[in-house]
């Protein structure tokens, strides 16, 4: 019997208007951090994904593998099309935190990878991917993503809190514990 070989590559969608420093963190609702960063006070610091922020539309999971798959044809040709089809599969993707894991075969590992960061827009809005880790496992990919996760929370928990801003402090907290549970959650 043979056993195939997988890699999973996990990745983060930057996108170009999200403020320098932050990341794709669950947007809050205006505050004294937003006041502190942003004059002007209509845009949150944490990214304009979230939950609170309803103004543009989440990204889909079907949006990115067609975006990673166009890709793949544009910069590798149809053998290199022809080479992913069949093992690229999108194991989880969150839009809250604009964070994903990609399964594919081991040999055309390289591939993916090169494709997902020449991906310079999704569904209109300019972005770049960044590939955060890759695995033979999807539980390291998993205990990687909720680590992840948890240093980039902590660390606008931590202004949050020198701000003095107990409402972000407290939804970030949440934020966490939701995205550790979706992590924890994805099938195996």
């Keep these: 019997m043979v056993r195939f070989k997988n890699r999973y590559l996990l990745f983060e969608i930057i996108y170009a208007d999200t403020p320098l420093g932050y990341t794709s963190i669950p947007a809050a609702t205006t505050s004294a951090l937003d006041v502190a ?49 069949r093992p690229l599969t999108l194991k989880y993707f969150s839009p809250h935190t604009n964070i994903g894991i990609v399964r594919i075969s081991r040999e055309e590992l390289h591939i993916v990878w090169g494709a997902l960061t020449f991906i310079k827009e999704l569904k209109g809005r300019s972005c770049m991917i960044k590939v955060i880790h890759t695995s033979g496992t999807i539980k390291k990919c998993q205990l990687t993503t909720i680590r992840y996760d948890r240093d980039r929370i902590m660390f606008l928990r931590n202004q949050a809190q020198r701000l003095k801003d107990a409402q972000i402090y407290s939804q970030l907290g949440l934020a966490f514990k939701d995205s550790a549970d979706e992590v924890s959650s994805m099938e195996i």
């Design 37 to 85: 960063n942003h004059p002007s006070g209509d845009e949150s610091p944490f990214g304009d994904t979230g939950r609170n922020n309803c103004r543009l539309p989440p990204l889909a999971n079907k949006d990115l593998v067609f975006a990673l798959k166009d890709s793949i044809a544009e910069n590798f040709g149809d053998y290199g099309a022809g080479l992913t089809q």
